[in-house]
């Protein structure tokens, strides 16, 4: 669902970007002050950071999995919030999956980089902050069943991916710079997004499931009786990151070719899966950046996965390095 530059317009980008970066400002306040439920399960504020690094690569190695939708010729991808918020907490959750986002965009030129703003809040806040709170945690019960779980996962993923739909094609035709009819857009973009959210709960569901069973201390919100031990959340951590370096170093090889549910949609109402970028002068500023900072675009070669995975930990583990200094400090 990442939206290119071709269907953004400069006022579509200041507000989006405007939006996205208040509720980031206040995601990063609300973790570093607010209160936090790892301290209350034996946690510490400092694990926080390294277990959204290990996450962070673990959803940005899923990702790269494009999944085929039967009988339609288009794919859909897990994008990780619901599965973020269920282990971080929301706020975390928003601030990881913007950070994959924002690598996604200026390494890979994987989505636009005046659309960054727009699929932050499509793709993050939709899931973080409105699926996961009204949908996915009043369902999720202590100790819950499979079959809870799976409900959760699926209705959370279906309605944060129908919203994300949605404000794409209001975005689009608020932009006004395409020839894409809203309604006709509508009708493609909602149907393949609903098939790729039953995919991405499925998904989302099998993880949450292992992890409740095997490690349940990671869930949000669960309460314990003995705090872990640092060797043991380590422990997780390094098998977390191993698996999504796993992931992203083999699995993402046999990954679908056939284009993602924006690109399908787009190709059923154009009869082309790509638009032309708007020549003026902030298209063409943010096309530059993009070719300065896109190191391997589009993915094109076989260890993208690998890439992506380390550039993730090594930012938000030099990132939660500084968080410690200043809590000594404090």
């Known amino acids: 669902m990442h939206m290119s530059d071709a269907l953004v317009s400069p006022p579509v980008f200041a507000v989006t970007g405007a939006v996205s970066l208040a509720l980031l400002g206040v995601a990063v306040w609300k973790v570093k002050h607010g209160k936090n439920d790892r301290l209350e399960t034996g946690g510490s504020s400092e694990h926080i950071v390294p277990l959204m690094g290990v996450m962070g690569a673990f959803v940005f190695a899923a990702q790269m999995i494009n999944f085929s939708i039967p009988g339609t010729g288009s794919s859909g991808h897990m994008v990780g919030g619901i599965l973020l918020s269920a282990i971080l907490g929301p706020w975390a959750a928003l601030i990881t999956l913007a950070s994959v986002l924002v690598i996604q965009c200026l390494a890979f030129a994987d989505g636009g980089f005046m659309a960054l703003g727009a699929n932050i809040l ?12 009204l949908i996915f945690r009043p369902m999720m019960k202590p100790e819950a069943s499979p ?6 996962s ?4 279906v309605v944060g991916l129908e919203l994300g739909a949605l404000a794409v094609t209001v975005e689009t035709e608020a ?7 809203m309604g006709q857009f509508l009708l493609f973009m ?9 995919g991405e709960g499925l998904a989302t569901a099998a993880v949450i499931y292992v992890v409740q069973r095997y490690k349940p201390e990671l869930l949000f919100g669960i309460r314990r009786r003995k705090p872990a031990g640092k060797r043991k959340f380590g422990k997780a951590l390094a098998a977390i990151a191993l698996a999504a370096l796993l992931i992203g170093g083999s699995f993402s090889w046999v990954a679908s070719s056939n284009p993602d549910g924006l690109e399908w949609s787009i190709g059923k109402v154009t009869g082309q899966t790509e638009l032309e970028a708007a020549t003026d002068g902030l298209h063409r500023t943010a096309a530059s950046v993009q070719e300065k900072t896109a190191v391997i675009p589009d993915y094109n070669t076989s260890f993208a996965g690998i890439v992506g995975c380390g550039a993730i930990l090594l930012v938000v ?12 400090q404090g």
């Open 154 to 157: 699926m209705l959370a993923s």
């Open 122 to 133: 499509n793709m993050a806040v939709f899931s973080c902050l409105v699926a996961y709170p």
């Open 317 to 328: 583990f030099g990132a939660s390095r500084l968080f410690r200094a200043k809590v000594k």
């Open 190 to 198: 909602l149907p393949i997004h609903l098939f790729i959210g039953i």
């Open 147 to 152: 079959g809870r779980i799976l409900a959760a």
């Open 175 to 181: 932009s006004g710079i395409t020839a894409l009819p």
